[in-house]
């Protein structure tokens, strides 16, 4: 079973990029899928889904999410293979971080015609067994942010900006600045320690 159907490679079941425009952005293997859509009352198999995988990878491009199913359970037509959304049909996406239990990421997808889902909004939630939520979910907002900023145009956007090197102005202090303009700071001659001279004595040196 596939939702949006993703062409996978056979060598290292990795996505194939839609067109030469898309650009994967992160990877992360050992995440755990569950997505439902509906609730469970009343009972309506028409639109109550709920979808599980143990174990896949997920992939970011700067077009879309893409997770890929590496359950080593027996293939038939009704079993979970890989799902696929585009950027703009996520919202209210959420990153959580339990006491216990691993970073998972949450969000609500549309759907599309023909996709497997029903015509109802999916709760669809990314766990990262691995680690690496915090970067999914940092690279996810600044895509959005840039995608936003282009006008909905993503074709453009094959990398992301590393985020400047900070460095705490001091042990008791929480502001930070960017480590370049602290070594800057540094290299600065330090203000002269004596005060200037009274303005008679600058007089009479004179």
């Known amino acids: 079973m596939s939702v949006n159907w993703v062409s996978i490679q056979e060598n290292n079941r990795k996505p194939i990029p839609l067109d030469p425009q898309e650009t994967f952005l992160y990877e992360r293997s ?47 037509p009704e079993t979970f293979t890989d799902f696929s959304t585009q950027i703009h049909r996520i919202q209210d996406g ?3 971080q339990p006491w216990l239990g691993a970073n998972y990421y949450e969000c609500a997808v549309q759907p599309v015609a023909n996709g497997g889902l029903p015509s109802v909004m999916a709760i669809t939630k ?24 282009m006008g909905g145009d993503a074709s453009q956007i094959h990398h992301l900006e590393d985020l400047p090197v900070y ?10 600045i960017p480590e370049s303009i602290s070594r800057t ?14 303005y008679d004595d600058a007089v009479v040196a004179k």
């Open 167 to 176: 460095a705490v102005l001091g042990q008791n202090e929480s502001s930070l």
């Open 126 to 149: 990314f766990t990262f067994n691995n680690g690496g939520a915090f970067e999914f979910q940092t690279k996810f907002s600044e895509l959005q942010e840039r995608i936003h900023a």
């Open 30 to 76: 050992g995440v755990h899928l569950s997505l439902k859509t509906g609730s469970s009352y009343p009972a309506d198999h028409a639109i109550n889904i709920s979808i599980q995988s143990s174990n896949g990878a997920l992939f970011l491009s700067n077009r879309r999410v893409v997770y890929i199913s590496e359950q080593n359970a027996k293939k038939t």
């Open 94 to 96: 959420r990153l959580y």
């Open 185 to 198: 700071q540094e290299n600065e001659a330090p203000p002269p320690m004596d005060a200037p001279p009274a």
